[in-house]
Every structure is written in C-alpha cells, then in structure tokens.
T-cell receptor, first 115, second 108 residues
Framework: GAVVSQHPSWVICKSGTSVKIECRSL??????MFWYRQFPKQSLMLMAT?????????EQGVEKDKFLINHASLTLSTLTVTSAHPEDSSFYIC???????????FGSGTRLTVV | AQRVTQPEKLLSVFKGAPVELKCNYS??????LFWYVQYSRQRLQLLLR??SRESIKGFTADLNKGETSFHLKKPFAQEEDSAMYYC??????????FGTGTRLKVLA
C-alpha cells in the first residue's frame, strides 16, 4: 500500500532556531499534501495545504511566515518552523491524498519540543 | 458551520460486547465521511469510508443523513480494537475536518 514517510519522528530544538520536517510519498506521486498539528489530547487541526509547484494555502490563523511550506517535487513536501518558540511544541503530521476518491495516507508524525 | 462532533472522549467496553462510537456532523452539502484509527504508537490510518460501504476488521458505519450521523459499530469488540478513533469529514477540495477523537478501551 501507499506509504508516507515523515522525518524526523521527534526533534528538540532551542528557542529561536528553525526546524525542518520532511514528508515523502514513497511509492506514489502526491500533488497535494496536508500539514496538521495536534496538541495533546486534542484533534488534528489542518494548518495548510501544500500543492506541488505552487504556494501553499494556509488555514486561518496559521502564520505563513512562521510555518514555511515547500512542495518542490511530487514526492516531497517540507514544513519549516522558523524562529521556534516553546508554544510551537506540538505533534505535526503530514498526509498525502491518494487518488480522486479521497482517503489519505498519513505520515507517522513529528514531535517537536522547543526548549 | 462545518463541524464533526465525537461526544465521547473515552469508551470502555468488555471483550465480546458491542461497540458504537458516535459521530455527528454538520455540513451543508453532500458529506463524505471517514473513520480513521490510531493504534498505540502508530500512525493514523484509514479504517473505512462511507462511500465504499465496506466492513473493515468487523467495523461498519452507516451514513444517516436525517440524523447527520456516521456512527462506527462493531458487534463484538476485541482487545486489539483498543485505539483512538477519529471521524473525519471531507469539507470540499479534499480538506478534512476531524472530530476530537474517541479512545476505545476493550477490557478483558
């Protein structure tokens, strides 16, 4: 079946630094990928839609300059958390759309801790 | 407003008992609904979608437009069903709205 690989699975960084998270579709091409954020014991909140070759579409309330998304190829989307702060600590999950009938394949998530 | 509601945060049942995880939605158009499951320390994975009317691992879910519900059911719970279950609505242009999730615990 289709697999989405997300890397790293966890990362600790200092306040003020930037962190890049990668999301790869391993055996299929994903023109559209999605980035979610999940706080402890809460649901997944869509942050942005990443489209190959074009600018990402951000959800209301998500700072595009803080969460930089690049979808340069059909198999790779990256999320860069810039100038990270402790409140950015969260679980970030990417997903890729498989086919027209919907149903997404999710990455395993990245736990970011900013200290 | 588009919304997915899962009223139960935690549902505990005994092994062999029936299970029903509730999901209600609010959507003005024709809804496309899914159930996702997340086992401990694993990624979120698709369990079933209403459009395919399939049964996966003994689970079924019927879309009831009159009650705007998409409850997940299984007649006999098994211990390996213990997981976090999320109901999701495709709100158009492939954007998902997730419910807050229900943790199912199946007791031996």
């Amino acid at each position: 079946g289709a697999v989405v690989s997300q890397h790293p699975s966890w990362v600790i960084c200092k306040s003020g630094t930037s962190v890049k998270i990668e999301c790869r579709s391993l055996d299929f091409q994903a023109t559209t990928m999605f980035w979610y954020r999940q706080f402890p014991k809460q649901s997944l909140m869509l942050m942005a839609t990443s489209n190959e070759g074009s600018k990402a579409t951000y959800e209301q309330g998500v700072e595009k300059d803080k969460f930089l998304i690049n979808h340069a190829s059909l198999t790779l989307s990256t999320l860069t958390v810039t100038s990270a702060h402790p409140e950015d600590s969260s679980f970030y999950i990417c997903s890729a759309l498989q086919g027209a009938l919907g149903g997404y394949t999710f990455g395993s998530g990245t736990r970011l801790t900013v200290v | 407003a588009q919304r997915v509601t899962q009223p139960e945060k935690l549902l505990s049942v005994f092994k062999g008992a029936p299970v029903e995880l509730k999901c209600n939605y609010s959507y003005s158009g024709s809804p496309e609904l899914f159930w996702y499951v997340q086992y401990s320390r694993q990624r979120l994975q698709l369990l079933l979608r209403h459009i395919s009317r399939e049964s996966i691992k003994g689970f079924t879910a019927d879309l009831n437009k009159g009650e705007t519900s998409f409850h997940l059911k299984k007649p006999f719970a098994q211990e390996e069903d213990s997981a976090m279950y999320y109901c999701a609505l495709n709100s158009g242009t492939y954007k998902y709205i997730f419910g807050t999730g229900t943790r199912l615990k199946v007791l031996a």
